[in-house]
């Protein structure tokens, strides 16, 4: 992502709540503001109290767009909550505390800016920061589960060095990948419904071989980039199927099948493809499974198994063989050299329409991170290298191209 989000037509002119509670995050919520306000947002900041004990309200009051609210009553302006919630474009937390999300997901409004979260009707951005263990307690992780369900977007926190010197999982994500996450939410926010009509069929996750009832062939794929590609399609109108390996959350209306292997997701995928006129094969199939799979676990008493793999069946290239006039096929490319070259040469042999290609190799791009960069390459010749970004406007990159492309397949019909 480009170090400045200036001149960003999706965030120009748009109206959020930035709202800020007590960790030792709060700090950066500050660069997250002055972000924004350089893109043109208006800012209105609101701040619990405990977020009062890690950053100045001054601050923030000087940096946005209008000053400070902390009170629920205010005797120049009776109920803020309803005016801030109901004016909205969204409403972002960053960063949201342990309590923060208990409070929000219970429904509790006993300060402005619980208050403003429930009195909204416009997208809401979390971003959790705390301590590990805080994070990966079962009451936290319900919490967001709840929320994620009810449609709040989520920028997870990252691992990293937290408050005591302590390293884990739980620090807050970067100002630059929160105000992509903006930027994306209010994108498809406005007024982009460019896939309504149109079936998308996603495919997402790792696949798993089985080698016997408790091993099995698997890789590092999360299932975060196929999710967010289900999740964008959505948002954009689109009916979406989404075939995946991994739980993760999923679009409200979405048709979600569960898979495990290569074959159970050929044939999932083939059984639904007449009416789909999108398929986006984001899913890391394996290449190769085991020939046999043991009926019962292998012992090790049995020295080292010799475990003879045969090839998997290979569903785009399925897909484009048998691809009926007007649908679009969008394959990806994981790769650790000559991206370019590998990725061209799969587009071509797997009759691909558009082919996203990463470098799984780079720390912040590929397997598990948040962020992603990639090249989107179409058989045109036609080759456009994205920045780093979020999984979420990646997504959205992709179904401009989408777009497009139906766009000029509709166009040769007519001709
Ligand atoms: N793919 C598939 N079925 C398979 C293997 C891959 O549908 N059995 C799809 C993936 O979902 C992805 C694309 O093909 O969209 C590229 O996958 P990749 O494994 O990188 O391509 P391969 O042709 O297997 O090339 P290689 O392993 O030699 O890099």
Same mark, same amino acid.
Request: hydrophobic letters at 45%; aromatic letters at 2%; a neutral charge.
């Given at each position: 992502?480009s !170090?400045?989000?200036a001149?960003?037509?999706?965030?120009?002119?748009?109206?959020?709540?930035?709202?800020?509670?007590? @960790?030792?995050?709060?700090?950066?919520?500050?660069e997250?503001? #002055?972000?924004?306000?350089?893109?043109?947002? %208006?800012?209105?900041?609101?701040?619990?109290?405990d977020?009062l004990?890690?950053?100045?309200?001054?601050?923030?009051? =000087?940096? /946005?767009?209008?000053?400070?609210?902390?009170?629920?009553?205010?005797?120049?302006e009776?109920?803020? %909550?309803?005016?801030?919630? +109901?004016?909205?474009?969204?409403?972002?937390?960053a960063?949201?505390t342990?309590?923060?999300?208990?409070?929000?997901a219970?429904g509790?409004s006993d300060?402005l800016l619980?208050?403003?979260?429930?009195?909204? #009707?416009?997208?809401?951005?979390?971003?959790? =920061?705390?301590?590990t263990?805080?994070? !990966? %307690?079962?009451?936290?992780?319900?919490?967001?589960?709840t929320?994620?369900r009810?449609?709040?977007?989520?920028?997870?926190?990252?691992? @990293?060095?937290? *408050?005591?010197g302590?390293?884990?999982?739980?620090?807050?994500?970067?100002?630059?990948?929160?105000?992509e996450?903006? *930027?994306?939410?209010?994108?498809?926010?406005?007024?982009? #419904?460019?896939?309504?009509?149109v079936?998308?069929l996603?495919?997402?996750?790792?696949?798993?071989? /089985?080698? &016997?009832?408790?091993?099995?062939?698997?890789?590092?794929?999360?299932g975060?980039?196929?999710?967010?590609l289900? %999740?964008a399609a959505?948002?954009?109108?689109?009916?979406?199927?989404?075939?995946?390996?991994?739980? #993760?959350?999923?679009?409200?209306?979405?048709?979600v099948?569960?898979?495990?292997?290569? +074959?159970e997701?050929?044939?999932?995928?083939?059984?639904r493809?007449?009416?789909?006129?999108?398929?986006?094969?984001?899913? *890391?199939?394996?290449d190769?499974r085991?020939?046999?799979?043991?009926e +019962?676990?292998?012992?090790?008493?049995?020295?080292?198994?010799?475990?003879?793999?045969e090839?998997?069946?290979?569903?785009?290239?399925a897909?484009?063989a048998?691809k009926?006039?007007?649908?679009?096929?969008?394959?990806?490319?994981?790769?650790?050299? &000559?991206?370019?070259g590998?990725?061209?040469e799969?587009?071509?042999?797997?009759?691909?329409d558009?082919?996203v290609?990463?470098?799984?190799s780079?720390?912040?791009?590929?397997?598990?991170v948040?962020?992603?960069?990639?090249?989107?390459?179409?058989?045109?010749?036609?080759?456009? !290298?994205?920045?780093?970004?979020?999984?979420?406007?990646?997504?959205?990159?992709?179904?401009?191209l989408?777009? &497009?492309a139906r =766009?000029?397949?509709?166009?040769? !019909?007519?001709?």
């Amino acid at each position: 992502m480009s !170090e400045s989000a200036a001149g960003d037509t999706r965030l120009a002119g748009r109206r959020v709540v930035l709202g800020v509670s007590g @960790g030792i995050a709060a700090y950066k919520a500050v660069e997250i503001c #002055r972000r924004l306000v350089d893109a043109g947002v %208006h800012v209105a900041p609101v701040l619990t109290a405990d977020a009062l004990h890690f950053v100045g309200a001054t601050t923030f009051s =000087a940096l /946005a767009s209008e000053p400070v609210r902390m009170a629920l009553f205010d005797t120049a302006e009776p109920i803020p %909550h309803t005016r801030l919630g +109901q004016t909205a474009d969204l409403v972002v937390v960053a960063p949201a505390t342990a309590k923060l999300l208990g409070k929000y997901a219970a429904g509790i409004s006993d300060d402005l800016l619980s208050a403003t979260l429930l009195a909204t #009707r416009a997208p809401v951005l979390v971003c959790p =920061a705390m301590h590990t263990e805080m994070w !990966e %307690h079962p009451a936290v992780q319900e919490n967001l589960a709840t929320l994620r369900r009810r449609g709040v977007h989520v920028v997870e926190p990252e691992e @990293g060095r937290l *408050a005591g010197g302590d390293v884990g999982a739980g620090r807050l994500a970067s100002p630059a990948s929160i105000v992509e996450a903006i *930027a994306a939410i209010l994108g498809s926010r406005a007024g982009r #419904r460019d896939l309504e009509g149109v079936t998308v069929l996603v495919t997402s996750g790792g696949t798993r071989e /089985a080698i &016997d009832p408790v091993r099995f062939i698997g890789n590092r794929s999360s299932g975060k980039m196929g999710h967010a590609l289900a %999740h964008a399609a959505a948002d954009r109108g689109a009916r979406v199927v989404l075939v995946t390996t991994v739980e #993760r959350p999923v679009p409200a209306l979405a048709e979600v099948v569960k898979v495990e292997s290569a +074959q159970e997701m050929h044939d999932a995928v083939m059984a639904r493809m007449g009416p789909v006129d999108v398929v986006v094969m984001a899913a *890391a199939v394996a290449d190769f499974r085991p020939v046999a799979v043991a009926e +019962q676990k292998i012992k090790k008493a049995g020295g080292p198994p010799r475990v003879v793999l045969e090839p998997t069946p290979d569903i785009l290239a399925a897909l484009g063989a048998s691809k009926r006039p007007g649908q679009i096929l969008v394959g990806f490319a994981a790769e650790t050299t &000559d991206v370019r070259g590998h990725a061209t040469e799969k587009m071509l042999r797997k009759n691909v329409d558009l082919m996203v290609a990463n470098d799984v190799s780079a720390p912040d791009a590929g397997f598990e991170v948040e962020t992603n960069r990639a090249l989107l390459l179409d058989p045109s010749g036609r080759v456009e !290298e994205t920045t780093l970004m979020s999984k979420l406007a990646l997504a959205d990159r992709i179904y401009d191209l989408v777009v &497009d492309a139906r =766009a000029h397949l509709a166009l040769d !019909e007519r001709r």
